[in-house]
């Protein structure tokens, strides 16, 4: 009994041993029929049911066609890592990274995202920079490493910078910022965007920078106008500029990109010479040569205008001085295109005689209330009555301004019963069709249009309706939508 005992020990020491002895090291645990066939410890590849998708890396590209060995040298697989640089020398020495797949692919190591590469560092290829040699700006010792350079543009072109004389960037104390006067999609130098903050055209279209810079220091030249032009504005008599009080700055009234001084687009804008302001002659506003003096008001030139104007009376009616508020600034005369903006004159309004509205010169008393101007139109009409009917004495709900035939009542529907809407839209065509006694509008008759002249039959149709008469206001009480 005790030797069988000791052989059942020995048994599973020795089958312990042979277990933990796995060539492919003991993390690998995977069943050996995965690979391997009883025939013996070859492997057949396309018999072979382990997947490397299994342990995080997938067999793709070239990694199709080289064999195990090329990767694992030793039969433990995990000695080799995922990263790329655990199979492949970094040839770039660190110079762009490890990660490989930015710029390389399973396929072949030929770099396609060369332009992409650079957006997404932030320094996009354009212009020259798109067809320049890659060494033209990487000056590694090595032309496989990349190392990175400033996205600045001196970071390159500081050498051309200090090396430009027409004009000299250094003296003048230009920005090194080259994009400041240079385009970046340009294929040179050109310098299309050059003086963005001082446009030269039409009169500053100016070829030679000594016209205006008058040193090798560019930064002194100011924008200001009276820095080139003080001798024109203290020479100019037409009018006297000083005498006058105008402003130093020219482009508040000449166009700075009009060649000569003619182009004052600009001026008096305060103030537009249009339609009967069209005038030449500044004296004729203008007394002496104190410009600024000289008010914006209407009645600083029109007071006599105001004053003797009779039809109508404009003091007596006690009318504003403000002119705009009936005439129109850009009329030749005293048209007054703007009148009446509170009141239009327009259709039944549209009047030229004032008194008919106005009585006495006293036009602000004249009240924009209908009933004001139409009481007697109200009272005395009878088809229908107005009164009698209760209607409001605001015209405009039912009338429009052109007469009083074009009467709409549109607001039957929501206030009483709908006749333009429902089962009743466009049934009749007079309003006494329903309003059947002449002048009183608050009665009404439903059986006389629907040929209810039967009360029997309806009563038939009735039978369940408790209470029913046969009467207008007992259909209007059960049909109040003229519905059945």
């Keep these: 009994m005790l030797r069988l005992s000791f052989i059942a020990l020995l048994v599973l020491v020795v089958a312990g041993s042979v277990s933990a002895q796995n060539p492919h090291g003991n993390d690998f645990i995977v069943d050996c029929k995965d690979c391997h066939n009883p025939g013996g410890w070859s492997v057949d590849l396309e018999t072979m049911t382990f997947s490397h998708d299994s342990v995080g890396f997938e067999l793709e590209g070239r990694h199709e066609e080289i064999t195990c060995k090329d990767c694992h040298t030793t039969l433990v697989f995990d000695e080799v890592g995922n990263d790329c640089v655990d199979c492949h020398t970094d040839i770039h020495n660190m110079s762009v990274g490890n990660d490989c797949v930015r710029c390389h692919d399973s396929e072949s ?165 249009e339609g009967g302001h069209d005038i030449q002659d500044c004296n004729e506003c ?6 600024a003096a000289a008010s914006p008001e209407c009645v600083s030139c029109h ?14 009616a006690g009318f504003s001085t403000d002119c705009l508020e009936c005439h129109s600034p850009t009329a030749e005369n005293w048209g007054s295109e703007s009148f009446h903006l509170f009141f239009p004159l327009e259709g039944g309004h549209d009047i030229q005689d004032c008194n008919q509205c106005h009585d006495g010169n006293d ?3 004249a009240s924009p209330e209908c009933i004001s101007c139409h009481e007697d139109d109200f009272n005395n009409v009878d088809s229908p009555d107005h009164i009698d009917a209760g209607f409001g004495t605001n015209c405009l709900e039912c009338h429009t301004t052109n007469n009083w035939e074009s009467a709409i009542f549109d607001q039957h529907d929501g206030m009483y019963f709908p006749i333009f809407s429902g089962k009743h839209d466009e049934e009749w065509n007079t309003c006494d069709e329903c309003h059947t006694t002449p002048g009183n509008y608050s009665l009404f008759s439903c059986i006389q249009c629907h040929e209810h002249d039967n009360p029997g039959d309806l009563a038939d149709d009735h039978d369940e309706v408790s209470g029913y008469v046969y009467e207008s206001n007992a259909c209007y009480s059960c049909h109040p939508n003229g519905s059945e």
């Design 109 to 273: 190591w030929l770099v396609n995202n060369i332009p992409e590469l650079h957006e997404q560092n932030g320094f996009p290829l354009l212009g020259q920079h798109r067809v320049a040699d890659c060494t033209d700006c990487h000056l590694d010792e090595s032309e496989l490493e990349w190392s990175r350079i400033g996205n600045e543009c001196v970071s390159c072109h500081m050498e051309d910078y200090m090396a430009a004389l027409e004009p000299n960037h250094q003296l003048a104390g230009f920005s090194t910022e080259c994009t400041e006067c240079h385009a970046p999609l340009a294929q040179d130098w050109m310098v299309d965007d050059f003086h963005v903050f001082f446009p030269l055209e039409g009169g500053h279209d100016i070829d030679d920078c000594a016209a205006c810079h008058l040193d090798d220091n560019y930064a002194n030249t100011s924008p200001e106008c009276v820095s080139c032009h003080q001798d024109d504005f203290d020479a100019t008599s037409e009018p006297n500029h000083q005498d006058a009080g105008f402003s130093t700055d020219c482009a508040q009234c000449h166009d700075p990109f009009t060649p000569g001084w003619g182009g004052t687009g600009d001026f008096h804008m305060f103030f537009p010479l």
């Design 286 to 291: 203008h007394e002496g040569t104190d410009y």
């Design 303 to 316: 007071l006599d205008d105001f004053q003797s104007t009779d039809e109508p009376d404009h003091e007596a």
């Design 363 to 365: 036009y602000a008393a």
